[in-house]
């Protein structure tokens, strides 16, 4: 009886990890079933304006960002990436962007980390 107890247990415990790892596969991250480091190289425009407050915003930055902007958590978490992280943005810059690309829609007060969309 203990045996069959144990089975079960074991049984009921895959069961739950083949569930859990099914819905990460699907996709169900802050970019659906994009990866945030790889959507960060759609932003590859704004490389300077995201290390540089006073640096110009070129019009292909401000239409990837108004893009990604249509869903502000894949936008927070591209920003805060490790790609961008590595490419040297700043967190605190690059979250300006959409404000100085004058981006109508843009999710203004959004909090993004320890940061809020302005």
């Known amino acids: 009886m203990e045996g069959a107890m144990k089975n079960i247990c074991m049984f009921g415990f895959v069961v739950v990890l083949v569930i859990v790892g099914l819905g ?3 996709g169900a ?19 300077s304006a ?3 407050e006073n640096a110009s915003v ?19 978490a591209v920003m ?6 590595s490419s040297g ?7 300006t962007i959409p404000k100085r690309c004058n981006i109508a ?4 007060g959004y909090q993004c980390g320890a940061y809020t969309l302005p």
């Open 24 to 26: 990460e596969v699907n």
């Open 29 to 47: 991250g802050e970019c659906g079933r994009a990866n945030p480091d790889m959507e960060a190289f759609k932003l590859a425009p704004c490389a």
């Open 50 to 52: 995201a290390q540089d």
């Open 58 to 76: 070129s019009g292909s930055c401000c239409a990837a960002v108004k893009k990604l902007g249509q869903n502000p958590k894949c936008l927070c």
């Open 80 to 85: 805060l990436s490790n790609t961008a992280k």
């Open 89 to 95: 943005v700043k967190p605190e810059i690059a979250m």
């Open 105 to 108: 829609d843009r999710p203004v």
